[in-house]
Each structure stands twice: as C-alpha cells, then as structure tokens.
C-alpha cells in the first residue's frame, strides 16, 4: 500500500492500447501532498481496448492506497470518469443495461471499482492528454502505460525500479521539438545524436546502457527510452512509441 492514514495522496492513473484493440497497458503514480511523485506501477495486459486499460489503471491504483487515505486522482479519461461517476447509477437500476438496451461493456472492471470507491474520499480530476504544461503526474503516467503496452512487462518501484519514467517532451510541457535540418545544414561537433532532440531531464532516469543519470542533466532519445547524448545505445535509432 501507498501513503498513510490520514496523509492526502495525489496521483494519476492512465491506460494504452496500441491499436484499440492491440497491446495494452496501465499505470499510476502516487505523490505525496506537495505534488512530489513517491512511487508508481505499470502492468502488461495483452491485448485490450483503451477503455479496458483506463479502467484497469485506476482500479489497481485504489486497490494500492490505504481505504482511509482522502484521494485526487487526475485522468485523461472521460470514458472512465463518467463510466463510474455519471453513468453507474443509472446501469444498475436498468439492470446493467445501457440506455439503449445493451449489456455495459467492461462491467467487471466497473463493479470492482464502484466496490473500491465505496465509503472512500475520493476525488477523480479530469485533466487533457498529451498538453504542453500539462499536468506532470499524468504525463509520468502515460508514458509509463504505453512502455507497458509496448514491452508486456510489468514495472514500477515495487519491483526495484525507482527511476520514474521519462515522459516524451510534448507530453512532459516541454517546448516543442524543433525541426530537423537537412544533414548538409547540419554542424558537426554540435552533439547531435542523428537528429533527435536533447532536452533537460525533469525526474532521474536510467540510460538504456545501464548507466543512471540526475535530475537537471542533458538527456535525448534512445530507442525506447531516454539517456545520455553520445551513448552507443543511439545506434538503435529513435524507435516507436
């Protein structure tokens, strides 16, 4: 469990599905009161819907925070949100059917959060995806579902990992990227790592050569996560999210 009685958790939680159905994903972060991220989770779920991942990611997250433990939670999806705010009571008084007479989809996940959400002091904050100056907590998230979307594997700092994941610049507030001049224009001794962007590290991380870096240092793409300028790793080029 995360946090303590009596101590306000802020988190986010969010879900990737790459292709709707395709290879799925969840995750969430946890923050202590002052917005600082503590700890975090992600998990594979093989090949799911975007609903289904969303859904998941913020049951996980409430079976991980202490009942009595007052709650913010920020998603990026109203689906959801509405799902176990707006539309729950009116599913079970037509019997699990929606208003057009069909069964409610996903309705496992949306009975067993509806469980979790009983007695509890939780707020669910809506916040947009993918936004320059959006909100940190679901950037951190969301990429850590589409990481594990992508690898089929879980993550999180239960299992050692204590490095949060790096958000990609557009979706962590970052300016955007620039665009890439032809190779002619190109200036040699510049650092360039075949054209991807180097940009300042918000959270620690660890490059994919092994080698861990701070806070506040210059960090660019490397395949599927980010590391040191320079590194070998830029070999395998800047891959696919």
Aim: charged content about 20%.
């Amino acid at each position: 469990m995360i946090g303590a009685m009596n101590d306000r958790i802020i988190a986010a939680a969010d879900g990737s599905s790459k292709g709707n159905p395709g290879r799925a994903g969840w995750a969430w972060v946890a923050a202590d009161e002052q917005g600082r991220p503590q700890r975090w989770e992600s998990g594979p779920l093989g090949t799911a819907t975007n609903n289904v991942a969303e859904l998941t990611a913020l049951e996980r997250l409430l079976e991980a925070t202490p009942p009595g433990t007052p709650l913010e939670v920020r998603m990026d999806s109203q689906y959801a949100m509405k799902a176990v705010t707006q539309w729950l009571p009116g599913w079970k008084r037509n019997g699990w059917r929606t208003s057009g007479g069909g069964p409610v989809a996903n309705r496992e996940l949306v009975e067993r959060i509806d469980t979790l959400l009983s007695g509890r002091d939780v707020e669910l904050v809506y916040v947009p995806a993918h936004q320059q100056d959006g909100d940190p907590l679901n950037a951190i998230a969301d990429q850590a579902a589409s990481d594990a979307a992508g690898t089929q594997e879980p993550a999180g700092t239960a299992l050692g990992h204590h490095e949060l994941p790096v958000p990609a610049p557009e979706r962590a507030g970052a300016p955007p990227r620039a665009k890439r001049k032809a190779p002619a224009q190109r200036k040699r001794g510049s650092g360039s790592t075949g054209g991807a962007p180097t940009i300042t590290a918000k959270f620690a991380g660890r490059c994919p050569c092994g080698t861990g870096y701070p806070a506040g240092s210059k960090i660019t793409k490397l395949g599927k996560g980010w590391g040191h300028p320079g590194c070998p790793a830029t070999e395998q080029g800047a891959g696919d999210r």
